[in-house]
């Protein structure tokens, strides 16, 4: 093999794509001499829940601290437990913990990857015995697509439970003709570098239609001030830094272009595939993917990934090992009635394909040659 790897990801070429305003954004950063929670930070949230289409959003560190911020800014916490899957990066479950509430986690519906609607609203109306009561549901939103929500809401309204949206891998994703982040009492966002919309470094924000908890939020997450060096409520230190915020701002009027990009290359994997021995990934009905992965599923997996990485094309799983079954958290967090069986199932099979809008056509050329090839 003469010819150079794909790599899975590569957020470097993202910074390439948009060099020239990208680094004319952080010299105005540096050049301002503020550098946290300023006039960028600022005009980013703005921004950014405009594109979105709700009313605030509130940058902060990270995506872990964007969703344990906003379940702090709820009151839940010690006393309750929050549902979520294990299907999942390991950071919803501890941002669960982060915010002191003990996580309860759910199978998926395999196709999709997301939450067993059907398990979340049977825990809801008949609780596992010895949990604190169930105060929140996260639905996590994998690898581009939209969890079937419309039950799920229904099911939190009829219990008197609030669910929140993990956004992190579906930025500008769409259900029913409307962006995820905006169907549940708040959402939360990762801007890690290799997220659909990432920063060059670690950054989060949440976004909610609820004035006073975005405040409430806005205060918690620089030690809970509302004036200066005084501490209204218990805080925590999660600031997105101006630089972030800057560079954020600029890669924001490229992320719809880039997921189209996106689409095009799932495109021409959907078709490499056609005929062969592993099936596209499932799209929901009704619901607009945007691909931050592109995930196939294969009891062959290893003789599959070496088959493509001799071909020059890297792959990556998400995710090897699920939530449960890792040493920090098995036999310690509960699990919902299925046992987590279709997760456990789905992690030794599932792995992802290059994707990210700066491939060329030639790079998406050779990862399609590859595929069809896998059918020999």
Request: charge should be negative.
């Amino acid at each position: 093999m003469t010819e150079s790897m794909i790599p899975q990801a590569n957020p470097g070429a993202g910074y390439l794509a948009q060099k020239e305003a990208i680094d004319a954004a952080v010299q105005r950063a540096l050049g301002s001499g503020w550098y946290i929670l300023g006039k960028e930070g600022e005009a980013f949230e703005r921004e950014f829940a405009a594109w979105l289409g709700t009313t605030r959003a509130v940058g902060c560190a990270n995506g872990t601290d964007a969703l344990a911020l906003v379940l702090r800014g709820m009151g839940i916490g010690e006393g309750m437990t929050v549902a979520t899957v294990s299907h999942t990066a390991v950071a919803t479950v501890a941002a669960i913990e982060m915010a002191g509430a003990v996580p309860l986690l759910l199978d998926i519906d395999p196709d999709t990857y997301t939450m067993d609607p059907d398990e979340l609203r049977a825990v809801l109306e008949d609780p596992p015995p010895g949990l604190p009561p169930i105060r929140a549901a996260i639905a996590v939103h994998l690898y581009g697509q939209a969890c079937d929500l419309d039950p799920m809401l229904e099911a939190c309204a009829a219990n008197g439970v609030a669910l929140i949206e993990d956004c992190a891998q579906s930025h500008g994703a769409t259900l029913h003709g409307r962006k995820l982040g905006t169907f549940g009492t708040a959402a939360a966002f990762s801007l890690y570098p290799t997220k659909n919309l990432g920063a060059l470094g670690d950054g989060g924000v949440l976004a909610t239609d609820d004035f006073e908890l975005a405040d409430r939020i806005a205060a918690i997450r620089q030690y809970g001030w509302k004036e200066r060096y005084v501490s209204a409520m218990v805080g925590v230190n999660s600031r997105l830094d101006e630089v972030q915020a800057a560079i954020l701002r600029v890669k924001l009027t490229a992320l719809d272009a880039g997921n189209a990009r996106r689409r095009e290359i799932a495109a021409a994997y959907d078709a490499a595939l056609a005929g062969g021995p592993l099936a596209a990934p499932e799209r929901r009905v009704d619901a607009e993917h945007v691909f931050h992965q592109y995930v196939l599923r294969s009891p062959h997996r290893s003789d599959l990934m070496a088959r493509l990485r001799a071909e020059g094309i890297g792959t990556g799983i998400h995710y090897p090992v699920p939530v449960h079954l890792q040493p920090a958290y098995e036999d310690r967090v509960p699990l919902g009635p299925a046992g987590c069986a279709e997760t456990a199932r789905a992690a030794q099979e599932v792995f992802s394909l290059p994707m990210y809008p700066e491939l060329t056509e030639a790079q998406v050329e050779r990862i399609c040659a590859a595929l069809r090839g896998l059918a020999g």
